[in-house]
């Protein structure tokens, strides 16, 4: 089995997939591996072949791992830290090159939005084809994004052959799972074809009291209105309800000793009789592709998506005393939806010399958020814009009594009306001369604007922003006939923030720049690659949280690193996945003393390797595979009443499948296998980390 032979779908998709830039066959490939990437240059484009890093995670990864959660995708990938905030039931978390993802999430080349008043779009792997991460600055064809990368989620969709799949999973804290998904030619038809996917999972989360149950339904329908047009409709509803996990801490009683030993894992210092979560979102969208001539393409994507939720959330505050076993606790609750609008129109030019070929994109782009919201937590917002925290209650932090609860008055709510709006114009041209050299090129015009009204008791106010951003981008490659390809890069970003400081105004956008120097080999006669890379990576503007969550516009952070990652087989039936990670990550406090201070949850060196092995040639069907992945040790927040260094930890992942025969396939697979008790980090608070988990599969394709 190689990756040319395509079965593996190693590092990203494989060509044989119809459809626009996310799913296309553009051209023969010109190297030995066969590993698109849609995402780096919103043109298929092999990835061994971009002067931009990126990693792909296909849906053989996803279902080898038995992904069941999507901050656990990247988890064997470079530049990487997932779950930083340990196993979350509502919240997907990530850290990119050092940087938060809040803003990073795309799902099919479309924004999907996570934002203020806990407003966060959560995206289901079971619908996934693949996951596709550019590292670093990408505004240059996404618009506002941080600077650590975006985050690209697949979506499943039609095929031309059918084909099915039935699974049912169990596991460890009450798992159970049922998915659906089939596919294929519509009967009678030559040129229809659709998917369907479903699935209903449920179970209980790390913290004593709290569950989670989602019910998902993805159908789509690809329609060539021509030889040369096809128009794919893609839709989702998803509803997730359950009492979520606050895995919030105090550092007194995880990463610092107390006389009353530490708090336990399992310890819920939230409210579980009272914590609830009811989410559900909805989205619906095509992708159309008309070819105009053996040159021109035309490409539309169009989504609309629609999230409405409710929540209400006790937590704790991150400090106790000295000696003390009580913790004040605060609460959340928000109550509200948004509706978002996101299109993305390009035209895509190929011309070919005798010594060039040459990719021409030009671009542009629209998408608008509204958010209508109640907000009545601990954290209050005047009328002035001003906030203040007011705790609801105390507990025990090592042995809290949920039975002595009084639900709280948080009094007049504040009403929230936000308006988000983005239009961008993109150009860029990608040049390949004499089969050697590869230069990059492109930039970008936004204009952004966004406005918050609120109101409350004490009376009404309006903040927002209006901007005007220029990205821009650059790289230079060469290709060797023994497989190196050596390139340089630079780009930037921006992200405008809709929300206001502790005194009512507005901030600034966060303006990130990198440069890149890398290095991507492909060994001739080896099926699979290899990738290093090394950047440098600031962010001007940087919000500074403080110990009640408070964020401050007074900071600057940077990121220096080096990635190094590996795909491919070993021999015909060992395949393996490994990176390494160094991150230093820096943050200037500026109107602190506190300069080139360590940012919190980034350890500087990271690991992770993982091993398949077919065992065909003893047992006929059975696979066996495993993973370590290594956390080196990390800091916390450099403003926190105390510092320390959050230590390191390694996990041990394992896995066993075994094909019954063509159609059936039983599969077990252990994560933490070792149940190590860690934590993930620490910041002002500090995170537990995702205790073992077992989950058996059977699945039935067709």
Known sequence: ???????????????????????????????????????????????????????????????????????????????????????????????????????????????????GGYFWWLTEPFGLERTEYLKGPASILYGEAPPGGIINAVSKRPTDESQGLFEIQGGTDEHRQVGVDSSGPVAGTDDMRYRIVGLYREGNGELDGTDSQRYYFAP??????????????????????GTPTINFFPAYGTVEDTPFGKIDPKTNLGQPDYDDLDQRQASLGYELEHRIND?????????????????????????????SRVVDRGVIDRDGEYDAISV???????????????????????????????????????????????????????????????????????????????IGA??????RLFDRWIFLAGARYDSVNGTDRFSDMTGSSSEGYNDSQVSLTGGIMYLADNGLSPYISYSESFTPLAS???????????????????????????????????????????????????????????????????????????????????????????????KDQRAPLIPYHMASAWLDYDMHRFVDGLSVGGGLRYM???????????????????????????????????????KNLTDK????????????????????????RW
């Not at 209050?380 to 009084?406: C, E, K, M």
């Open 500 to 594: 206001l400081d502790n005194s009512g105004n507005s901030y600034k956008p966060l303006e990130g720049k990198q440069y890149e120097v890398g290095l991507k080999y492909a060994p001739p006669g080896f099926d699979g690659y290899f990738t290093l890379a090394a950047f440098d990576l600031k962010e001007d503007n940087t919000l500074i949280p403080n110990e009640l969550g408070v964020q401050r516009q007074v900071g600057e952070r940077q990121s220096r690193g080096i990635e190094l990652e590996g795909v491919g087989y070993l021999t015909d039936a060992l395949r393996f996945t490994a990176s390494y990670t160094y991150t230093d990550t820096r943050v200037d406090i500026n109107d602190t003393t506190l």
């Open 344 to 422: 993305d129109n390009r035209l895509i030019a190929k011309t070919f010399t005798k010594n060039t070929e040459n990719t021409f994109l030009v671009g542009a782009g629209y998408q608008k958020l509204s958010l209508d919201y109640t907000n009545a937590d601990s954290f209050r917002t005047l009328g002035d814009g001003s906030t203040f925290y007011q705790a609801i209650d105390s507990v025990d932090i090592f042995d809290p009594d949920h039975d002595n609860f009084t639900p709280p008055d948080t009094g007049d709510p504040t009403d929230h009306n936000v308006d988000n709006e983005q």
């Open 220 to 241: 789509s329908l690809a329609v060539d209105l021509s030889n040369d047009t096809t128009v794919t409709f893609l839709a989702s509803i998803q509803k997730d309800t």
């Open 295 to 323: 040159t021109w393409e035309f490409q539309q994507y169009f989504r609309y998506s629609n999230l409405d939720m409710d929540l209400k959330q006790v937590y704790p505050n991150s400090y106790v005393a000295p000696g």
């Open 1 to 115: 089995m190689t990756i040319r032979q395509g079965s593996a779908v190693l590092g990203g998709v494989l060509l044989s997939l119809s459809g626009g830039a996310w799913a296309q066959n553009d051209a023969a490939p010109a190297s030995d591996t066969v590993i698109v990437t849609s995402t780096a240059l919103k043109v298929a484009t092999l990835l061994m072949e971009t002067p931009r890093s990126a990693s792909v995670v296909t849906g053989q990864d996803l279902d080898e791992r038995a992904v069941v959660k999507y901050d656990e995708s990247l988890q064997y990938r470079a530049g990487v830290v997932s779950q930083p905030y340990g196993s979350d039931t509502n919240t997907d978390w990530f850290f990119l090159r050092g940087f938060s993802a809040e803003g990073s999430t795309f799902q099919d080349g479309l924004k999907v939005f996570r934002t």
């Open 677 to 700: 008790e860690y934590l993930s980090g620490c910041d002002f608070y500090c995170y537990y980390g995702a205790s073992r988990s077992v989950i058996g599969s059977l699945k039935y």
């Open 632 to 670: 080196g040790e990390s800091a916390n927040s450099a403003d926190a009443s105390a510092n320390y260094t959050v230590p390191s930890y390694t996990l041990v992942d394992a896995m066993v499948r075994y094909d019954i025969d063509s159609n059936w396939t039983v599969q077990v697979n252990a």
């Open 426 to 431: 993109y150009v860029q041209n990608q040049l």
